[in-house]
């Protein structure tokens, strides 16, 4: 269960007549949105595709001992986000997944392919476009190191694409080369892609999907506060707050925060507009960035994102230490908010599949939302285009 105080830390800084006039305009905010192309991610997933995914995962359980997924952006940030926020930090016994295609890194591909040498993997690359840099560099180093190893027949075995349905050189390898594929559809968009193959197949390795796409569809429930929250954070902006900083307490929680920015700073960033997206981990951040979002200049405000119950009891001095950990951060937010930084609250009564794929889909409507009130199209990335644009003609030179 979500619970949400978007009123605390936050009132003094918003009057009630500028949330009321953008609270009269929802319905219209709500019915753009269902007019935008690119909302794929709010339809139901098919239930067939969701067997294809599960019996993928546990074909590659039984055939292999590793799985590399290789993709960057919004074709991997979602699944690692879960991934690390559900793994043990010291006794982590899931199925083995690497996540490799983020980097150019000759040190980090070099030590990768030594260290598959000896491991019977698999590989699930995936790009929507089929073109990114990044993805296709590590795809092509890792295939080649299985053409070296393994008969073509082999290969086939061990590699799954995760692609557009009709578009790109996957899409045309994956037809050509007789691999197992999945589709991204037309209609999402890298940072929306999470309700599909390009999440759901490395997560059902390790998960109950079930209860993630659960979770995820739940998020619906949640339209009318998505569009306050989206609301807030426009009027907090246009009063100067251009930063927003999610801030967790736990460590794992990192990659999501990681996941929030993309989310958030491609869907935003345009035509010199958008909150630009930070985050700090508590409590470790407070003893640097802490100074800054304290005393520092007035352009940020935060976002809180807190899980009351733990599944570990860790006794402290007769009080376990995730209350003490709760306590700290009802302290920070009173901290912070007397340091003239509006402090918004969104709490887990505990880090499930289910309330994590609440939050995944209650921040893509909120991220949806707040680009239709910032004017601009949410779900494309020209400034991305741009850069990619670049390398390829210094490449090509
Ligand atoms: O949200 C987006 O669309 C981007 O971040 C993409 O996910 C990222 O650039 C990777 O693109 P692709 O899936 O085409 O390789």
Redesign the pocket.
Known sequence: MLKFDFKTYVDSFISKEELRKYSEEKENYIKKLSNCEMTGWTNPIDKELIADIKSTANYIKKNFNCLVVI?????FLGSYAFEKMFQSYFNDKNFEIIYAGTTLSSKYLDELVNYLKNKNYCINV???????LE?TITYKILKDVLKRKYSEEEQTKRIIITTDKTNGALREEATNMNYKSFE?PNDI?????FITP?HLLPLAINYDIDRIIDGYYDGKKLIDIAYEYASIRNILYRKGKLIENFCVYEENMTYFTEWLK?LFG?TEGKNGLGIYPTSTVHTRDLHSLGQFIQDGTKIIFETFIKVTNSDNFIDYNGTNLNIINNLVEDSVMRAHFSGNVPCLEIEMDELSLENVGTLIYFFQLTAAFSGLLFGINPFN?PG?EIY?KEVRLSLNK
Not at 71 to 75: D, E, H, L, P, Y
Not at 126 to 132: A, E, F, N, P, Y
């Open positions: 993709g960057i952006g919004g074709s995936i790009s929507k476009s089929g073109t990114t993805t991204i968009g890298g940072r929306y892609s390009a993309q491609e990335q991305v990619k």
